[in-house]
């Protein structure tokens, strides 16, 4: 006699239509806006782990994080991938990743007029790690994700307040907000993904791919477009625990600062 799963383990069908949505919902959700919060939480953190907190450069670095990664790298990674955005042309994200990696790249060049030129060798790395991570396929990897969007917020924040290198103490913040970036990015691996019949990732299993892990080390895409409900509303909790969590730790930095 066959056995009867209980509810709770039966799989689910995999989504086979995408829902279409309009271009200026699509273009807000590419923003990602709470994992490009999170960035600009650590920068935060990062500079107000300095003695001394120059507004102006603050600001100026949070401009630079948001058109560099809100506009730039999560375009470049949306040309890609094509996970997203089906109502967007890829020709409309390149010339919107353009403009926010331009945008980025004056602003850093503009630190480095105003305060010291050694500011453009960091935000060159910065640029050139974006354009890294989207188009090489060796960069995309889970710890180049926690380095780039998780410790170099924190230590190159650190470092444009005080002109100087980061103690150990905020090398060990930044391997913190690395490991919150890459517990982050795992979590979305628990996440049921709905957009199979689009995504072009290679790893694409219901599009021919290679079926390989997702979002995690061992989370399959097939296995992410039948994720149980209960796993699926889980790890909607965990991560929305982690926004809270990156939120306390910036205001508890902040407040540390102001002496409260």
Known sequence: MEAVLPLAARPVHARLVVPARSYAHE????????RLAMVLGFATMGTFLAPVVDPLRWLALLAA??????????????????????????????????????VAGAIGLWMGATYSWWLTLPAALAWLGVLGYNLVPRLHHPFVFALTWGALPVWGAYALQTLAMPPPH?????????ALGLAHLWTWGLRRCGRGPACGKVQNAMRG???????????????????????NAHAKASLRLQYAMVAGLVAWVVMAHAGF
């Not at 905020?170 to 690395?178: E, I, M």
Request: contains cysteine; charged residues 15%; proline residues 5%.
């Open 209 to 231: 791919g290679t079926n390989g892990p997702c979002h995690s080390l061992s989370v399959r895409c097939a296995t992410r477009l039948t994720m149980p409900d209960e796993l």
């Open 170 to 178: 905020v090398f060990a913040a930044g391997a913190l907000t690395g």
């Open 27 to 34: 273009s807000l959700l590419l923003l990602h806006a709470p």
């Open 65 to 102: 994080l948001a058109f560099g990664v809100g506009l730039g790298a999560y375009r470049l990674d949306e040309m890609a991938d094509h996970s997203t955005a089906l109502a967007i042309p890829r020709r409309h994200h390149a010339v919107v990743a353009a403009l926010g990696l331009a």
